[in-house]
């Protein structure tokens, strides 16, 4: 009796399984997107940054002169 309720759940569990799956690479998905994003963001930061330290370079020995 047992082996027929094993029988008759096994579908529905697959299902399950594969609708859990589909949520679970979308989250990946959406996190690669996100961190993408971000690195993307901090190396446009860090050459903001180094093209201010140019400047504030340039202004110093320009002050000094």
Do not use: C, G
Request: hydrophobic share 45%; net charge negative; charged share 25%.
């Amino acid at each position: 009796s047992s082996n027929w309720i094993q029988l008759i759940l096994l579908p529905a569990i697959m299902v399950a399984q594969n609708v859990a799956q589909k949520a679970t690479d979308a989250k990946s998905e959406a996190d690669h997107m996100t961190l993408t994003y971000l690195a993307n963001l901090q190396d446009e930061q860090m050459v903001e940054l180094k093209n201010q330290t140019k400047i504030l370079d340039f202004l110093q020995k320009d002050k000094k002169s």
